[in-house]
């Protein structure tokens, strides 16, 4: 911790990190390493963690099996995780949670009674155990981009279909998908160096919910699902009849095509949208179909015919979500315009069901009401007459669906607004509000918050904790007050893609950020101790792992189960020659001690979302970490840093500066080279030492090296922990552009917000007379 005299200047633009795929813990390049380094990131949680705090995407119904056992409700979120619920009279009980997912889930179907399949836009497609507590049974990697999309066989549970942006269609026979692996499988996985097959397929490691790491091949012994090719551009709607041999698709391409699920033959395409395609229904036969498309059309579609038959005008903007009634005869439909209509197909009658604050993404009936997921974290039951929709319409106020998308905006404009049926649900699951605005504060510990709600919150991301409810106040008024002049390296970047704030880690960058113990309150270390508040974070977020670790008796296993054999480990010997031990935390036990400024809520803990060297992002709360994870699950920096107390290489943690008597004053030149001190070291120790040099009044070239000059010619260094002076002194001041510094701003902050210049800055001191 010293300051010495450099004959080169500091590089201004060190620090400038790569661009990163939000809400993915994915590779990203940096400045310093060519390599592509692994992102740890975590996800803060602050309230009742049985709720969702993002837009609802997705809905599934898992209807009773017997009249006195309970129905379940799943649902997906942009918040990354799958809820089940299960559903009495008058409530809805949370009873688990599918955490898996590293982005928003998109969609989810329920098939053969007991498996939930998902699908991402982390490009995975999952399936799950219902029943269970939240464990992922397996992840399929087929896809090459978002999935944005499925469709199941109502009669066939074998069937599902996935689509994406990617313009792939996959036709999965599930059964054979969730085989279990054979031994050769997996051999041939663990021998793959590249972790894929022939056919694009590749091995990963899925973390669920439950407190296991399994090494999961995507497609065992081979299995390959059948492609229907021929999608130019991204799919966003698909749907199948109740047997499972008809498949139709829509996307970008505003076309409808219908296939062939035995061979992923295309039977035909069918074209009348002007506009994406977003939601499809096929009728049990699958011999219609309903489209609804952004251009704000409903269409009926008789497939033997290949031709729309019917065209409704109901919305007046994008349609996203239709069901229908059992026979076919009826459809609901909700969408951009925050309507819900229900249009009888034969007599062209629509009516107005109710009007939401949000657009409307999903609709699933359930007995006699529908279930209506939206951009809201909210989850809402409305009466719907599903088993009889013609007493909806006695009611009144129904209006005839035109064929002409200009019609009902026309109608609209003109002032005849139907009026809704319903104005308040029958049910409502509730959410909690996301985070939609944030600020990082220049100390680099705090983030300050805005949520849907308008609610402020100011939180502490080293401990993973909102310190201060501010309620519903201005974010810019208070974003102001808590403005401090502190200038600290930006070792971080956050977003709030999944309705919670994710925090972002990237080496080397991470690292770059030091503090003195004494300004964290760690009465632990000497107050001059450097804290790095990355490495330190680090140790709080897997200290439960770590511990479970050290207990954990003999070799570890892999993930697969398997004890390590002996392999070649010149991999390793080159990521261990990338990194330098920090002789500042060693301590005899590596220091794994967690301090209290880095202490993480076991009520509310964090998930963590990250991959390893060898396979693909995961995503679990700290606390569900138990040690049998294997270090490969982790970034290789990351492990390095806690385990073997080692960071990387880090560039511009020194200050470079000249130190001059101010302008007029008569007090001895203290040293005309350039000196280098830590960023984060204080005013005062500048104070103290040019005290030092004024009261021993000796030459420069005849001290000792621990008398702070290194013999020889001015070579010097400035040490932190110069001892306090207890005579009389006279008083000092330090100024920077005519400015009296504080005495407990740093340099950094002194650079950044007094000098505000490239070059190296210059400090003047001077004797206070009459002090």
């Known amino acids: 911790m010293a300051i010495v005299f450099r004959s080169t200047s500091i590089d201004p633009s060190f620090g400038n990190s790569a661009m990163h795929r939000v809400g993915i813990a994915g590779s990203a390049s940096n400045s310093v390493r060519s390599r592509k380094e692994k992102r740890f990131t975590y996800v803060l949680n602050d309230a009742d963690d049985t709720k969702h705090c993002a837009g609802v995407n997705c809905l599934a119904v898992l209807k009773a099996s017997k009249p006195d056992n309970s129905s379940y409700l799943f649902t997906g979120s942009r918040d990354g995780t799958l809820k089940r619920w299960e559903l009495n009279e008058e409530d809805a009980t949370c009873s688990a949670t599918f955490e898996s997912h590293v982005d928003w889930v998109n969609d989810a179907v329920l098939v053969g009674g007991n498996t939930l399949v998902s699908c991402s836009s982390d490009t995975t497609v999952k399936a799950w155990d219902c029943f269970s507590n939240g464990t992922c049974t397996r992840t399929f990697r087929q896809h090459t981009d978002y999935v944005t999309c499925l469709a199941a066989a109502e009669r066939n549970g074998n069937i599902v279909a996935s689509g994406g942006l990617g313009g792939e269609v996959f036709i999965w026979d599930i059964e054979a998908a969730l085989a279990p692996l054979t031994k050769s499988s997996e051999t041939a996985d663990e021998d793959r160096s590249s972790g894929t097959n022939g056919s694009g397929i590749s091995s990963i490691r899925t973390i669920g919910s439950s407190n296991n790491i399994s090494l999961q091949t995507n497609l065992p012994q081979g299995y390959v699902p059948i492609s229907a090719k021929g999608h130019k551009e991204s799919v966003y709607a698909l749907a199948m009849n109740d047997t499972g041999n008809v498949l139709v698709s829509g996307g970008t391409e505003k076309a409808i095509r219908v296939w062939d699920t035995r061979t992923g033959s295309k039977m035909m395409k069918l074209r009348g949208h002007t506009d994406n395609i977003r939601a499809l229904l096929l009728d049990s036969t699958g011999r219609f179909c309903l489209s609804g498309s952004s251009d704000s059309m409903i269409r009926l579609w008789d497939l033997g015919q290949q031709r729309c038959v019917h065209s409704y005008a109901v919305h007046t903007d994008s349609v996203w979500a239709l069901a229908s009634t059992p026979t076919f005869s009826h459809v609901y439909s909700g969408g951009r315009d925050l309507s819900l209509y229900l249009t009888d197909l034969a007599t062209r009658e629509s009516i107005l069901l109710c009007t939401k604050e949000h657009p409307i993404q999903q609709l699933v009936m359930h007995d006699d009401g529908i279930w209506v997921a939206t951009t809201d974290s909210s989850v809402h039951r409305w009466p719907a007459e599903g088993r009889n929709p013609q007493k909806v319409f006695q009611r009144g106020g129904s209006f005839l669906a035109g064929n002409l998308s200009f019609s009902r905006a026309r109608a609209s404009m003109e002032g005849s607004i139907p009026v809704p049926v319903y104005k308040e649900p029958t049910f409502t699951i509730d959410g909690i509000p996301g985070i939609v605005q944030y600020e990082v504060l220049n100390n680099r510990r705090h983030v300050l918050t805005k949520d849907n709600a308008g609610s402020v919150k100011l939180w502490e991301i080293t401990r993973g904790v909102v310190i201060e409810d501010y309620g519903q106040v201005s974010f810019e008024k208070k974003k102001e007050e808590l403005f401090e002049m502190i200038s600290i390296p930006a070792w971080f970047t956050v977003d709030s893609r999944l309705g919670n704030l994710s925090v972002h880690l990237d080496t080397p960058q991470c690292f770059s950020a030091e503090m003195y113990s004494v300004d964290l309150g760690i009465r632990e270390k000497a107050e001059d101790d450097k804290i790095n508040l990355a490495r330190e974070t680090l140790k709080g977020l897997l200290a439960h792992w770590l511990s479970k670790k050290k207990h954990k008796p003999g070799p570890q296993p892999l993930a697969n189960g398997e004890l390590p054999a002996g392999r070649d480990i010149s991999g390793r010997s080159v990521t261990l020659s990338k990194v330098e031990v920090d002789g500042s935390h060693s301590t005899p036990d590596n220091d794994h001690s967690v301090y209290p400024p880095f202490e993480f809520s076991t009520t509310s803990p ?66 005309q080279g350039k000196l280098s001190a830590p960023r984060i070291l204080r005013i005062h120790k500048v104070v103290n030492y040019v005290l030092e040099k004024l009261v021993l009044d000796k030459p420069l070239d005849s001290l000792s090296i621990d008398g702070t000059f290194a013999p020889g010619g001015g070579d010097g260094s400035f040490r932190s922990g110069l001892k306090s002076w207890q005579k009389l002194k006279p008083s000092i001041e330090i100024l920077c552009n005519n400015q009296v510094l504080a005495s407990d701003m740093s340099l950094a902050t002194v650079r950044a917000y007094i000098w505000k210049k490239p070059e190296d800055v210059v400090l003047n001191y001077r004797i206070v007379p009459g002090r």
């Open 606 to 671: 964090p998930s963590i979302i990250t991959e390893g060297n060898h396979n693909s992002p995961w995503r679990k709360k700290i606390t569900e970490m138990d040690g049998t994870e294997d270090e490969k699950d982790l970034p290789w920096w990351v492990t390095e840093c806690i385990i073997h107390n080692r960071l990387p290489a880090r560039e511009n943690t020194k200050c470079s500066f000249y130190l001059q008597p101010y302008e007029g004053s008569t007090t001895q030149t203290v040293t």
